[in-house]
C-alpha cells in the first residue's frame, strides 16, 4: 500500500482545481488538455569514473501529459498535471578505458510525473513556478564499449544505484496562440538526490535538471 501512496498524491494534486472550481467565484475559468514535447536533460554522477561520470549532452527525451489550470481573478492561474516522462542525461565524449577500449552511454529514467504550479498572466503570456514530484518506472543505460570505429550498442539496468522517486522545483513560461493553442518552456532542478541508500551505491551522489519544451493543446 505504501507503495502507491505517492501515486494516490499525484492524482490528488491534478484533480485539486477541480474540487476547488465549485468554491470559486463564477468568473473563474477552469481548462483542461493535453501537452505533447521534448527535453535535453543533465544527470550529474560522482565520483567521476569511467562508469559515473557527468552526463549532459545535448538529447530530447519524450514528454506527454494531461492538465487542468483554474484560471482566478487578477491574472492568476493554478496549474496542475500528470503524465509521463523520460529524462537521465547523455555521454558529451568518449571515454578511453584500458587497452584503446572506449565507452559512451546514455542513461534514461521512465517516469510518471506529477506537478503543480502557481502561473500569473500578463496579456498572452505566463509565467510561474511549482514543484513535481517523478514516480520512477524504470532506469536503464544504453551503452557500448568499441574500438576504433566499431561499436556494438548493449542494455545494463541501473535500478540498483538510483532511488524509486526525486522531486524537482521548477520555472515555467508560457505564450497563448489563441484558445486552443499555446507554447510552454519548462526549467526543472532535482530537489532530491537519485541515488539510493543500498551498498551499491555507497559514496555515490545523483543529481539532475530537467529543461522542455511543450505544445499545448486546450480541450476545454
Same mark, same amino acid.
Given at each position: ?5 505517492? !501515486?494516490?498524491? $499525484? !492524482? ?12 470559486? #467565484? ?61 529524462? $537521465? ?9 584500458? +587497452? +584503446?577500449?572506449?565507452? %559512451? ?9 506529477? +506537478? ?40 545494463? %539496468? ?6 524509486? #522517486? ?11 496562440? %489563441? ?14 538526490? !537519485? ?26
Amino acid at each position: 500500500m505504501e507503495k502507491y501512496f505517492p !501515486l494516490f498524491i $499525484g !492524482l490528488l494534486l491534478l484533480v485539486m482545481p477541480l474540487s476547488t472550481f465549485g468554491q470559486n #467565484s463564477s468568473n473563474s475559468v477552469l481548462n483542461v488538455g493535453i501537452e505533447l514535447g521534448g527535453g535535453h536533460n543533465q544527470l550529474f554522477m560522482h565520483p567521476d569514473s569511467p562508469g559515473m561520470h557527468d552526463r549532459t549532452a545535448f538529447s530530447i527525451l519524450p514528454t506527454v501529459r494531461l492538465y487542468v489550470r483554474l484560471n482566478a481573478p487578477m491574472g492568476f492561474s493554478l496549474y496542475s498535471f500528470a503524465g509521463y516522462n523520460q529524462f $537521465g542525461g547523455r555521454d558529451s565524449r568518449n571515454l578511453p578505458l584500458t +587497452g +584503446g577500449v572506449g565507452f %559512451n552511454s546514455q542513461v534514461t529514467i521512465q517516469a510518471l510525473e506529477f +506537478g503543480l504550479l502557481a502561473l500569473y498572466r500578463i496579456s498572452d503570456f505566463s509565467f510561474g513556478w511549482g514543484a513535481k514530484y517523478n514516480h520512477h518506472l524504470s532506469i536503464s543505460d544504453r551503452f557500448n564499449y568499441f574500438i576504433s570505429a566499431s561499436a556494438d550498442w548493449d542494455w545494463r %539496468n541501473y535500478d540498483a544505484f538510483f532511488t524509486n #522517486s526525486s522531486t524537482n522545483i521548477g520555472l515555467r513560461g508560457e505564450y497563448q496562440f %489563441n484558445d486552443r493553442f499555446s507554447i510552454g518552456a519548462e526549467s526543472w532542478f532535482g530537489l532530491t538526490a !537519485l541515488q539510493n541508500n543500498s551498498q551499491d551505491a555507497t559514496n555515490m551522489r545523483f543529481k539532475q535538471n530537467h529543461f522542455r519544451l511543450l505544445i499545448g493543446y486546450n480541450i476545454y
